[in-house]
Structure formats: structure tokens, C-alpha cells
């Protein structure tokens, strides 16, 4: 899947929630990223299938994070017959991808906002 070729779309109600909930965590430049995180769009972020999605920040006044790594926050999730991790990337200072590791064999979508266990 060539994610360049995407169409940026906004986020979905499942993306928004997660997103939200990594953004419920306190951790050194959240407030920034809560105040990007209404100017995200969404491109398909893996090509095998599951729900990661490569986040693209629309305001270019949007004030950058000062987060102390590239991944700031984590939520587990646990739903039938899956489960993982979704983890917030961010480059730049700015919300760069939702990255999913899932420890089902086969690609996992985003979970919904209720199946997140932290
Ligand atoms: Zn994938």
C-alpha cells in the first residue's frame, strides 16, 4: 500500500476515541498535541492490513510538543480474540502515526474507545 497516494480523510469516531484516551495520559507536551489533535487527518499508516494510521497535522500554526521521546504514551487493548498495543508517535513535535501491535496472527483493526484497558 503506497500511504503517499492516500487521501488524507478525517479521523474515524474508533481513531478520534483512541486518540483522545493517549491524550488523556500526562506526559511532557501533551497540552500541544491535545490542541493538534483537532487538525489531524488520517492516511493508512501499514500495508498489512490492520488499523495503524499515519496522522497528518492541517494547521501549520499548530503548536509543536516538547515530548522527551518519539513515543509518549501507549494504551493497551483487549477485545475477543485479539489484543495489543496502540502507541502514539510523534515527530517533529507534531502527532505523527497511531502504531498498532497486535498479538493476534491475523491484522487488527483500531479498536473501539471501550476495548482500551488503560
Ligand atoms: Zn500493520
Do not use: K
Amino acid at each position: 500500500m503506497d500511504t503517499q497516494q492516500a487521501r488524507p480523510r478525517p479521523l474515524t469516531a474508533d481513531e478520534t476515541g483512541v486518540l483522545a484516551a493517549l491524550l488523556a495520559q500526562h506526559f511532557p507536551g501533551v497540552a500541544e498535541l491535545r490542541q493538534q489533535a483537532p487538525h489531524a487527518l488520517a492516511v493508512p499508516g501499514c500495508g498489512c492490513g490492520c488499523g495503524t494510521i499515519s496522522l497528518i497535522v492541517t494547521d501549520p500554526r499548530a503548536p509543536q510538543a516538547r515530548t522527551l521521546d518519539s513515543q509518549p504514551a501507549a494504551v493497551d487493548f483487549s477485545a475477543p480474540g485479539e489484543g495489543g498495543v496502540i502507541t502514539l508517535i510523534v515527530i517533529d513535535g507534531l502527532l505523527d502515526e497511531l502504531r498498532m501491535s497486535y498479538w493476534g496472527e491475523d491484522p487488527t483493526p483500531m479498536p473501539s474507545p471501550e476495548h482500551l484497558t488503560t
